[in-house]
């Protein structure tokens, strides 16, 4: 038995100490082959490290070097796993430094690529010391190996965590189907996977619609080869047949990549397509398949609702622009636009409306209203609203006896929902067009003079629905030729600013300068993208309808 | 110019925080590597260029700094022919993915996005390292 002096046991006392605080395997060598070093007629101590394939992936040393020349030698004597191999002719260079014997140890870990330990020493060694040394270097190695390995199961698990909730707020955050595809396949690259494709089925086709690597260059040359390009998507076709798994190449393939693993986008019972992901790792660095599957589940959901809202989105706009006159009347001596935004987040139909239709005797009626809310309920009543004003007053019922029949209408039904609706009855004058302004509720119209500053008129009354008897304010103002009216909804006006202004604090009047003396299409577009710009978006849904005096009219 | 150090890696970023991580996470990840911290992208082309300077294995590079971005260091390094073949890894928090075509337009060989967690943030850090040293 051998003896283990004070010097030996502080060296071992230290390195299970050490064992705790390391961080990476690439620290190890540096701890525990230099310690034998000390020991009597040691020459070199060589650590090999063995991937999974058969070959080596780290040479470390300490003492005499592991020269390039010396490898394969080495590889073959700790192959021989025998505790104790003399030095031949092979290792001539060692021999001429006194190396006389090689003593040899493999350590396995579960999980870990395995090492060797050999330990080159002369004639005068003592080797039944050096060999309990060295197995108690080797266990010291082992449970460091074992702990790096338990942290490294601990911190994968942390970070599938970690992705998870990351991944599912980064493709919540938007609804666009194209950013949320390659979202998810940001968050995996290189995270979990070197690279990551999707494919998404359109009308039953299978189209590559995000492709991430942490090397785009590679990637992109490997797609840009159609054999390489056929095969993933081959692969992916076979997936959402339900037949494919995940693919080794031998080799890496022409990408680098060792692994693909497809996995498939399936939310709400319906496939929506693929992800493949590429792998250049090895085995036991990719993540688990429930752990991908549970990723691809996210993304499919995130695309699916994404995809949902852009029908509904669709539906609503299809809706609206039903809700709205298919054009407007073309009348002598008067310009006519409208323009109409739905809201950018706007899920459900809103109730603006407008439109303008001509009594027999040559009077034009401009019309404008808001629903209060959204939804069918309130689609339904914009329907009702925008027809019965303007049924009524093509038959030349009065703007005041058209707004007070709709106010009637909305009693008798019990609705809660008010309207604000504004008439502008429009008559050739002598000196342009004469305008009555009839007004329940409704915002202001804005007049635009030729060569003045724009300015509100009056608006007035009471919104339809609230009282028994409609209240109705009225004005007249005169638009000299080139001047225009402009109605709108109170979507314009409201959009904000990140610090909470309103446009028409300062932005509309700043607008309406450049754009007063622009033709009228160009006015109601332009005036609605200002507003939606200044709030960031379209906030809500915006009607504009504008109304010029043309030059040539002659009364 | 000088001798390429494979243990060695630049990063231009200007937030404390994201220093203060970024030395964390490598540090714990690849002990054996060696940071250089700027903290503006206009030191960068000094900092390669001056006579001896040692070049790193990689920049990793915020892309929204005052004054000179990222995507302005990427166009210099790739202008300069003896920096040129220089590993540039684009790491950032910004999602807009004309940014991202933008800087492999430029020429960026990586463009990793910036996780919010520690745990994913080394992460991230320790298989882009594994990566590009693996090909360096």
């Known amino acids: 038995m051998v003896g283990v002096e004070l010097g030996w046991a502080a060296t071992l006392h230290r390195l299970w100490s050490s064992v705790t605080v390391i961080t990476a395997r690439d620290q190890l060598a540096d701890l525990v082959l230099p310690p034998l070093l000390t020991e009597p007629g040691v020459l070199a101590v060589w650590g090999l490290r063995h991937d999974p394939a058969g070959g080596i992936s780290a040479y470390r040393w300490a003492g005499l070097p592991l020269r390039q020349e010396d490898r394969a030698e080495a590889e073959k004597i700790a192959a021989r796993e025998l505790p104790v191999a003399p030095i031949g002719p092979e290792l001539e260079s060692l021999r001429a430094q006194g190396a006389r014997q090689v003593l040899s140890a493999r350590l396995d870990v579960p999980g870990a690529e395995a090492g060797s330990m050999l330990v080159v020493a002369g004639a005068d060694a003592d080797l039944p010391r050096l060999q309990a040394c060295l197995a108690q270097i080797v266990d010291v190695t082992r449970e460091a190996i074992r702990r790096l390995l338990a942290g490294r199961t601990e911190d994968e698990q942390q970070m599938r965590d970690a992705l998870l909730a990351e991944a599912s707020l980064q493709m919540d955050a938007v609804l666009d189907t194209t950013q949320t595809m390659h979202r998810a396949a940001r968050m995996a690259v290189p995270a979990i996977a070197e690279g990551c494709l999707v494919y998404v089925l359109e009308d039953d086709k299978l189209l590559l619609r995000s492709a991430v690597h942490v090397d785009m260059r590679r990637l992109d040359t490997a797609l840009a080869n159609p054999a390489y390009a056929a095969c993933l998507s081959d692969l992916a076709s076979r997936a959402v047949a339900g037949n494919a798994e995940r693919v080794h190449s031998g080799d890496t393939d022409s990408a680098g990549t060792r692994t693909i693993h497809p996995q498939l986008l399936r939310a709400r019972g319906r496939v929506l397509g693929v992800l493949l992901f590429l792998f250049d790792r090895g085995d036991d660095r990719i993540p688990p398949p429930d752990f991908l599957r549970d990723l691809a589940y996210r993304a499919a959901l995130a695309i699916d609702n994404g995809e949902l809202y852009e029908q509904r989105r669709r539906d609503v706009v299809t809706m609206q622009q039903h809700l709205l006159p298919s054009r407007l009347p073309v009348v002598p001596g008067i310009a006519i636009a409208a323009s109409y935004a739905v809201g950018d987040r706007v899920t459900e139909v809103g109730g603006d409306f407008y439109d303008v239709v001509t009594r027999t005797d040559g009077v034009v009626a401009a019309l404008v209203g808001d629903v209060c809310g959204r939804g069918p309920e309130a689609a339904a009543l914009t329907g009702m609203a925008r027809h019965t004003l303007g049924t009524l007053l093509t038959e030349g019922v009065s703007p005041a006896r058209a707004l007070g029949r709709l106010n009637t209408g909305l009693r008798r039904d019990g609705s809660w929902r008010f309207v604000t609706a504004g008439v502008a009855m429009l008559r050739p004058a002598a000196k342009g067009l004469a305008v009555q302004w009839n007004s329940a509720g409704h915002p202001a119209p804005i007049v635009l003079r030729r060569g003045r500053s724009a300015q509100a008129a009056r608006g007035g009354g009471i919104p339809l629905g609230v009282l028994p008897q409609a209240t109705i304010g009225r004005s007249r103002l005169l638009l000299a030729p080139g001047d225009a009216l402009l109605m709108f909804t109170d979507g314009l006006t409201e959009a904000r600013d990140a610090d909470g202004v309103m446009f028409d604090h300062a932005a509309l009047w700043q607008a309406l300068d450049r754009l007063r003396d622009a033709p009228v299409e160009t006015l109601v577009h332009e005036l609605s993208q200002a507003s939606a710009i200044f709030g960031g978006a379209v906030a809500d849904d915006i009607a504009v309808l504008a109304v010029r005096a043309e030059e040539h009219h002659d009364g | ?136």
């Open chain 2, 1 to 136: 110019m000088g001798e390429t150090d494979r243990d060695l890696v630049l990063v231009v970023e200007d937030s404390d925080e994201d220093v203060e991580a970024i030395g964390r996470a490598i540090g714990r990840s690849h002990p054996q590597v060696r940071l250089e911290f700027l903290r503006s992208g206009a030191e960068v082309m000094p900092r390669l260029t001056a006579a001896g300077a040692t070049l790193p294995g990689m920049v990793l590079l915020d892309l929204n700094m005052p004054g000179e971005g990222g995507l302005d260091v990427i166009k210099r390094i790739r202008a300069e022919p003896a920096v040129s073949a220089l590993i540039l890894v684009v790491f950032t928090s910004s999602e807009d993915q004309a940014e991202a075509d933008a800087c492999y337009a430029a020429g960026a060989d990586s463009y990793i996005f910036k996780p919010i967690n520690f745990a994913l943030f080394r992460t991230v850090l320790h298989q882009t390292l594994d990566y590009w040293r693996s090909r360096g």
